[in-house]
Each structure stands twice: as structure tokens, then as C-alpha cells.
């Protein structure tokens, strides 16, 4: 992944970076129990192994912290691979707990 191209300038890159820390910090809110419906990708695995589930929200919000602090020290070297760590802990999760995407 290119991290370059998709954030032009370091000050944007630091405003995404901590867009996506908020954001996968939010998870934990977004499915309570009994909020399994229809209309949705999530699978029910969520509510079957929420210890599971919270250790993967856990380690995407450890990885987009640490993309944050990358972004903040402008070490090019340290955002690409905070940035492949934060697409790793994303797909880890939806690999488990969502239906596979087309
Ligand atoms: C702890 C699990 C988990 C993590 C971590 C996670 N996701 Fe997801 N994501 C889901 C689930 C479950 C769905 C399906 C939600 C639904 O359909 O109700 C989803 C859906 C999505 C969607 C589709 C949204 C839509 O409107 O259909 C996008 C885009 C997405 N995730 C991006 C990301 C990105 C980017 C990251 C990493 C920064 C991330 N996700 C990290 C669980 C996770």
C-alpha cells in the first residue's frame, strides 16, 4: 500500500491517522449485544466470542495509535510500516468477523 498519493502533505496525514484512531476506538460501541441484524455483514461470530472480537478492536487501536505518532514524527520509514500494521489489524478483523466481501 502506498501511503504517499492516497494523504498528500504530512499535517493531512496526521488528521487521517488519528480520523482512523477515532473511528476503529469507536467499534467497541458499535455492536452490543442483541444489535445482530438483518441488514448486515457482520457476522454473529461477534457476539459469539466477544473476548475475541475486543482483542481485535484492541490491537487495531493499538496500530492506528501508533500510525498517529508516525505520522507525527514524519519518519517515513516508521508510517509505512505503522500503515501496513493498521491495514493488517483491519483485515484481521473483517478475515473473522465480517461477511467476505466481492
Ligand atoms: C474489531 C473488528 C473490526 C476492525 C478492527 C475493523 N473493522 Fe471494518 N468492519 C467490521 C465489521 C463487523 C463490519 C461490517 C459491519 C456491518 O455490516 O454491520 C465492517 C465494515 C467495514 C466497512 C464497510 C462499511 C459499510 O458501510 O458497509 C469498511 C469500509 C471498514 N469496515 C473499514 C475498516 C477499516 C479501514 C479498518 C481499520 C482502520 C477497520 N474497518 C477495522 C469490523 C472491523
Do not use: Y
Not at 498528500?8 to 480520523?19: M, S, T
Not at 457482520?42 to 484492541?58: G, N, Q, R, S, T
Request: charged share 25%.
Amino acid at each position: 500500500m502506498h501511503v504517499r498519493g492516497l494523504v498528500d502533505g504530512q499535517e493531512f496525514l496526521v488528521k487521517h491517522a488519528n480520523g482512523l484512531a477515532n473511528g476503529v476506538s469507536e467499534l467497541q460501541h458499535l455492536f452490543p449485544a442483541g444489535s445482530n441484524v438483518e441488514d448486515s455483514d457482520a457476522l454473529p461470530v461477534i457476539w459469539e466470542k466477544p473476548e475475541e472480537f475486543a482483542a481485535a478492536i484492541d490491537k487495531a487501536v493499538a496500530a492506528t495509535q501508533k500510525f498517529v505518532a508516525a505520522a507525527e514524527s514524519g519518519d517515513k520509514e516508521a508510517i509505512s510500516s505503522a500503515f501496513r500494521e493498521v491495514g493488517g489489524s483491519c483485515r484481521g478483523c473483517h478475515d473473522t468477523f465480517r461477511v467476505p466481501q466481492d
